[in-house]
Protein backbone atom coordinates (compact mmCIF):
# COMPACT_ATOMS: atom_id res chain seq x y z
CA UNK A 1 0.00 0.00 0.00
CA UNK A 2 2.97 2.78 0.84
CA UNK A 3 4.42 1.67 -2.28
CA UNK A 4 1.14 2.45 -4.46
CA UNK A 5 0.81 5.55 -2.38
CA UNK A 6 4.01 6.68 -2.70
CA UNK A 7 3.97 6.23 -6.81
CA UNK A 8 0.50 8.07 -6.70
CA UNK A 9 3.14 11.01 -5.03
CA UNK A 10 5.25 10.99 -7.88
CA UNK A 11 2.95 11.28 -10.58
CA UNK A 12 1.69 14.26 -9.03
CA UNK A 13 4.75 16.63 -10.01
CA UNK A 14 4.50 14.42 -13.48
CA UNK A 15 0.72 15.14 -14.00
CA UNK A 16 1.52 18.76 -13.36
CA UNK A 17 3.80 19.70 -15.74
CA UNK A 18 2.13 17.25 -18.17
CA UNK A 19 -1.01 19.92 -17.40
CA UNK A 20 0.69 23.11 -17.67
CA UNK A 21 2.78 22.21 -20.97
CA UNK A 22 -0.59 20.68 -22.35
CA UNK A 23 -2.39 23.96 -21.43
CA UNK A 24 0.38 26.29 -23.51
CA UNK A 25 0.06 24.32 -26.35
CA UNK A 26 -3.86 23.85 -26.45
CA UNK A 27 -3.65 28.34 -26.39
CA UNK A 28 -1.68 28.19 -29.48
CA UNK A 29 -3.59 25.62 -31.11
CA UNK A 30 -6.61 26.69 -30.52
CA UNK A 31 -6.37 29.80 -33.03
CA UNK A 32 -4.43 27.62 -35.56
CA UNK A 33 -5.87 24.25 -36.14
CA UNK A 34 -2.81 23.09 -37.07
CA UNK A 35 0.14 21.08 -35.11
CA UNK A 36 3.01 22.32 -34.16
CA UNK A 37 6.16 20.61 -33.05
CA UNK A 38 7.82 24.13 -32.24
CA UNK A 39 6.42 24.40 -28.59
CA UNK A 40 8.21 20.88 -27.46
CA UNK A 41 11.28 22.51 -28.90
CA UNK A 42 10.53 25.86 -26.91
CA UNK A 43 10.39 23.53 -24.07
CA UNK A 44 13.80 22.09 -24.68
CA UNK A 45 15.63 25.43 -25.79
CA UNK A 46 14.22 26.98 -22.28
CA UNK A 47 15.67 24.28 -20.45
CA UNK A 48 18.93 24.39 -22.00
CA UNK A 49 19.15 28.05 -21.56
CA UNK A 50 18.23 27.75 -17.94
CA UNK A 51 20.80 25.50 -17.16
CA UNK A 52 23.85 27.46 -19.58
CA UNK A 53 23.11 30.56 -18.32
CA UNK A 54 23.02 29.26 -15.18
CA UNK A 55 26.34 28.10 -15.15
CA UNK A 56 27.46 30.78 -16.37
CA UNK A 57 26.62 32.84 -13.62
CA UNK A 58 27.65 30.14 -11.14
CA UNK A 59 31.45 29.63 -13.25
CA UNK A 60 31.83 33.14 -14.74
CA UNK A 61 30.11 35.77 -13.02
CA UNK A 62 30.93 34.01 -9.47
CA UNK A 63 27.49 34.06 -8.34
CA UNK A 64 25.92 32.53 -4.92
CA UNK A 65 23.39 29.23 -6.48
CA UNK A 66 20.20 31.56 -5.90
CA UNK A 67 21.94 34.29 -7.93
CA UNK A 68 23.02 31.99 -10.88
CA UNK A 69 19.65 30.95 -11.11
CA UNK A 70 17.87 33.83 -11.19
CA UNK A 71 20.31 34.61 -14.27
CA UNK A 72 19.48 31.48 -15.98
CA UNK A 73 15.68 31.89 -15.19
CA UNK A 74 15.31 35.51 -16.90
CA UNK A 75 17.88 34.23 -19.82
CA UNK A 76 15.12 31.33 -20.49
CA UNK A 77 12.72 33.15 -20.11
CA UNK A 78 13.95 35.99 -22.18
CA UNK A 79 14.83 33.45 -25.10
CA UNK A 80 12.20 31.23 -25.34
CA UNK A 81 9.63 34.04 -25.61
CA UNK A 82 11.85 36.13 -28.02
CA UNK A 83 12.17 32.50 -30.04
CA UNK A 84 8.49 31.91 -29.35
CA UNK A 85 7.99 35.43 -30.97
CA UNK A 86 10.05 34.76 -33.97
CA UNK A 87 8.93 31.75 -35.12
CA UNK A 88 5.01 32.19 -34.35
CA UNK A 89 5.45 36.18 -36.14
CA UNK A 90 7.99 35.18 -39.15
CA UNK A 91 7.70 31.60 -39.61
CA UNK A 92 4.17 30.11 -38.23
CA UNK A 93 1.53 32.72 -38.94
CA UNK A 94 2.31 33.22 -42.75
CA UNK A 95 1.51 29.62 -43.11
CA UNK A 96 -0.85 28.92 -40.10
CA UNK A 97 -4.01 30.13 -42.19
CA UNK A 98 -2.90 28.42 -45.62
CA UNK A 99 -1.46 25.39 -45.57
CA UNK A 100 -1.59 22.52 -42.36
CA UNK A 101 1.32 20.53 -43.93
CA UNK A 102 3.43 23.56 -44.41
CA UNK A 103 2.99 23.88 -40.64
CA UNK A 104 4.59 20.87 -39.57
CA UNK A 105 7.44 21.12 -42.38
CA UNK A 106 8.29 24.46 -41.35
CA UNK A 107 7.37 23.56 -37.31
CA UNK A 108 10.68 20.70 -37.71
CA UNK A 109 12.43 23.64 -39.37
CA UNK A 110 12.28 26.15 -36.49
CA UNK A 111 13.04 22.98 -34.08
CA UNK A 112 16.33 21.97 -35.99
CA UNK A 113 17.26 25.65 -35.43
CA UNK A 114 16.58 25.94 -31.41
CA UNK A 115 18.52 22.46 -31.47
CA UNK A 116 21.38 23.20 -33.04
CA UNK A 117 21.69 27.15 -31.37
CA UNK A 118 21.39 25.11 -27.77
CA UNK A 119 24.18 22.67 -29.00
CA UNK A 120 26.25 25.68 -30.28
CA UNK A 121 25.47 27.85 -27.28
CA UNK A 122 26.62 24.88 -24.95
CA UNK A 123 29.82 23.86 -27.19
CA UNK A 124 28.30 20.51 -27.43
CA UNK A 125 28.61 19.88 -23.46
CA UNK A 126 25.88 18.65 -21.09
CA UNK A 127 25.57 20.67 -18.04
CA UNK A 128 23.97 19.73 -14.34
CA UNK A 129 22.73 21.80 -12.36
CA UNK A 130 23.57 21.23 -8.50
CA UNK A 131 21.30 19.43 -6.28
CA UNK A 132 18.54 22.37 -4.15
CA UNK A 133 15.79 22.35 -2.43
CA UNK A 134 15.83 18.33 -1.91
CA UNK A 135 14.74 18.15 1.87
CA UNK A 136 12.32 14.97 1.67
CA UNK A 137 8.99 15.97 2.97
CA UNK A 138 7.33 13.30 4.56
CA UNK A 139 3.28 12.41 4.37
CA UNK A 140 3.38 9.27 5.93
CA UNK A 141 6.00 8.24 8.16
CA UNK A 142 6.15 4.51 7.88
CA UNK A 143 8.93 3.05 9.12
CA UNK A 144 8.82 0.23 6.29
CA UNK A 145 8.33 2.27 3.73
CA UNK A 146 7.73 6.46 3.82
CA UNK A 147 5.75 7.78 1.18
CA UNK A 148 7.56 11.43 1.10
CA UNK A 149 8.68 13.96 -1.71
CA UNK A 150 10.78 16.51 -1.81
CA UNK A 151 10.56 20.65 -1.61
CA UNK A 152 11.56 21.08 -5.43
CA UNK A 153 8.73 18.63 -6.50
CA UNK A 154 6.52 20.44 -4.41
CA UNK A 155 7.27 23.77 -5.30
CA UNK A 156 6.95 22.88 -9.01
CA UNK A 157 3.75 21.27 -8.56
CA UNK A 158 2.59 24.23 -6.88
CA UNK A 159 3.45 26.66 -9.53
CA UNK A 160 2.07 24.66 -12.57
CA UNK A 161 -0.95 24.31 -11.07
CA UNK A 162 -1.33 28.04 -10.23
CA UNK A 163 -0.29 28.54 -13.92
CA UNK A 164 -3.26 26.05 -14.96
CA UNK A 165 -5.88 27.78 -12.63
CA UNK A 166 -4.68 31.45 -13.02
CA UNK A 167 -4.55 30.69 -17.16
CA UNK A 168 -7.86 29.59 -16.86
CA UNK A 169 -9.51 32.22 -15.16
CA UNK A 170 -7.48 34.72 -17.77
CA UNK A 171 -9.03 33.37 -20.95
CA UNK A 172 -12.74 32.72 -18.89
CA UNK A 173 -12.56 36.17 -17.74
CA UNK A 174 -10.58 38.96 -19.37
CA UNK A 175 -10.85 41.14 -22.48
CA UNK A 176 -8.06 39.02 -24.26
CA UNK A 177 -9.46 35.69 -23.02
CA UNK A 178 -12.49 36.65 -24.86
CA UNK A 179 -10.81 37.95 -28.09
CA UNK A 180 -8.94 34.42 -28.14
CA UNK A 181 -12.38 32.53 -27.65
CA UNK A 182 -13.94 34.52 -30.99
CA UNK A 183 -10.67 33.81 -32.71
CA UNK A 184 -10.98 30.27 -31.73
CA UNK A 185 -14.37 29.58 -32.54
CA UNK A 186 -14.83 31.10 -35.91
CA UNK A 187 -12.18 33.18 -37.37
CA UNK A 188 -13.61 34.99 -39.95
CA UNK A 189 -16.62 35.52 -37.64
CA UNK A 190 -14.27 37.53 -35.25
CA UNK A 191 -12.41 39.68 -38.30
CA UNK A 192 -15.57 40.48 -38.98
CA UNK A 193 -16.80 42.41 -35.45
CA UNK A 194 -13.25 44.11 -35.84
CA UNK A 195 -10.96 41.77 -33.93
CA UNK A 196 -7.79 41.26 -35.93
CA UNK A 197 -7.41 37.41 -36.10
CA UNK A 198 -3.31 37.65 -37.18
CA UNK A 199 -2.80 39.41 -33.55
CA UNK A 200 -4.86 37.54 -31.56
CA UNK A 201 -2.29 34.49 -32.80
CA UNK A 202 0.56 36.18 -32.04
CA UNK A 203 -0.52 36.99 -28.57
CA UNK A 204 -1.67 33.62 -28.11
CA UNK A 205 1.74 31.75 -29.45
CA UNK A 206 3.78 34.32 -27.54
CA UNK A 207 1.41 33.52 -24.27
CA UNK A 208 2.23 29.64 -25.39
CA UNK A 209 5.81 30.08 -25.59
CA UNK A 210 6.17 31.98 -22.14
CA UNK A 211 4.53 28.71 -20.84
CA UNK A 212 6.89 26.50 -22.89
CA UNK A 213 10.05 28.22 -20.92
CA UNK A 214 8.41 28.20 -17.67
CA UNK A 215 7.97 24.66 -17.40
CA UNK A 216 11.28 24.21 -18.78
CA UNK A 217 12.59 26.21 -16.17
CA UNK A 218 10.74 24.28 -13.93
CA UNK A 219 11.69 21.04 -15.49
CA UNK A 220 15.58 21.64 -15.22
CA UNK A 221 15.32 22.35 -11.89
CA UNK A 222 14.13 19.26 -10.70
CA UNK A 223 16.00 16.84 -13.09
CA UNK A 224 19.07 19.11 -13.40
CA UNK A 225 19.94 19.11 -17.16
CA UNK A 226 17.41 19.46 -20.11
CA UNK A 227 18.69 17.01 -23.16
CA UNK A 228 16.97 18.57 -26.28
CA UNK A 229 15.72 14.74 -27.23
CA UNK A 230 13.98 14.61 -24.11
CA UNK A 231 12.28 18.11 -24.76
CA UNK A 232 11.09 16.66 -28.41
CA UNK A 233 9.72 13.40 -26.92
CA UNK A 234 7.50 15.81 -24.29
CA UNK A 235 6.39 17.66 -26.94
CA UNK A 236 5.21 14.91 -29.12
CA UNK A 237 3.59 13.83 -26.36
CA UNK A 238 1.77 17.14 -25.61
CA UNK A 239 0.70 17.29 -28.60
CA UNK A 240 -0.90 13.60 -28.54
CA UNK A 241 -2.05 13.82 -24.97
CA UNK A 242 -3.58 17.47 -25.79
CA UNK A 243 -5.99 15.89 -28.81
CA UNK A 244 -7.26 13.55 -25.68
CA UNK A 245 -8.02 16.22 -23.65
CA UNK A 246 -8.88 18.95 -26.31
CA UNK A 247 -6.66 20.64 -28.08
CA UNK A 248 -8.74 23.76 -28.49
CA UNK A 249 -9.88 23.67 -24.74
CA UNK A 250 -6.75 24.36 -22.58
CA UNK A 251 -8.15 23.39 -19.50
CA UNK A 252 -9.69 19.90 -20.82
CA UNK A 253 -6.47 19.35 -22.17
CA UNK A 254 -4.69 20.38 -18.94
CA UNK A 255 -6.63 17.28 -17.44
CA UNK A 256 -6.58 15.00 -19.74
CA UNK A 257 -2.33 15.31 -19.63
CA UNK A 258 -2.67 15.02 -15.68
CA UNK A 259 -4.55 11.29 -16.65
CA UNK A 260 -1.75 10.76 -18.90
CA UNK A 261 1.08 11.67 -16.49
CA UNK A 262 -0.97 9.31 -13.95
CA UNK A 263 -0.79 6.63 -16.11
CA UNK A 264 2.94 6.94 -17.03
CA UNK A 265 4.29 6.90 -13.33
CA UNK A 266 2.08 4.29 -12.68
CA UNK A 267 3.12 1.98 -15.83
CA UNK A 268 7.19 3.25 -14.66
CA UNK A 269 5.88 1.34 -11.03
CA UNK A 270 4.48 -2.00 -11.99
CA UNK A 271 5.47 -2.55 -15.86
CA UNK A 272 8.38 -2.90 -17.58
CA UNK A 273 10.23 0.43 -18.64
CA UNK A 274 11.67 -0.25 -21.66
CA UNK A 275 8.05 -0.39 -22.98
CA UNK A 276 6.76 2.72 -21.46
CA UNK A 277 6.97 5.19 -23.92
CA UNK A 278 5.31 2.55 -26.72
CA UNK A 279 2.61 1.88 -24.42
CA UNK A 280 1.51 5.31 -23.99
CA UNK A 281 1.77 6.41 -27.36
CA UNK A 282 -0.37 3.48 -28.41
CA UNK A 283 -2.81 4.15 -25.70
CA UNK A 284 -2.73 7.76 -27.28
CA UNK A 285 -3.04 6.36 -30.48
CA UNK A 286 -5.62 4.12 -29.71
CA UNK A 287 -8.02 6.72 -27.89
CA UNK A 288 -7.68 9.14 -30.68
CA UNK A 289 -9.23 6.52 -33.34
CA UNK A 290 -11.79 5.67 -30.88
CA UNK A 291 -12.91 9.11 -30.28
CA UNK A 292 -12.16 10.42 -33.46
CA UNK A 293 -14.56 12.16 -35.60
CA UNK A 294 -15.28 13.87 -38.68
CA UNK A 295 -14.90 18.01 -38.87
CA UNK A 296 -14.39 20.61 -41.49
CA UNK A 297 -11.20 22.52 -39.72
CA UNK A 298 -11.26 25.86 -41.55
Not at 123 to 145: A, M
Not at 237 to 262: R, S
Request: charged share 10%.
Amino acid sequence: MAYFLQQIANAVPVAALYAALAFGYAIAFAVTRRADLTYGALFAFAGQMFVLFADFGWTRLWLVLPAALGVGAAAALTFGLGAGLVAGRYVMRPLAFSSANAVVVASLGSLLVLMETARLAADTRSLWLPPFLNQVIVFWPSPDFPVALTAVQLINTTLMAALVAGGHWLLTHSYAGRYWRAVSEDRDAAALCGIDPATVYIVAYGAASLIAAFCGILAASYYGNMDFGTGLTFGVKVLFIAAIGGQTAPLYAALGAAGVGLLETLWSAYGPILWRDFAIFGFLVIVLVVTRREKVIP
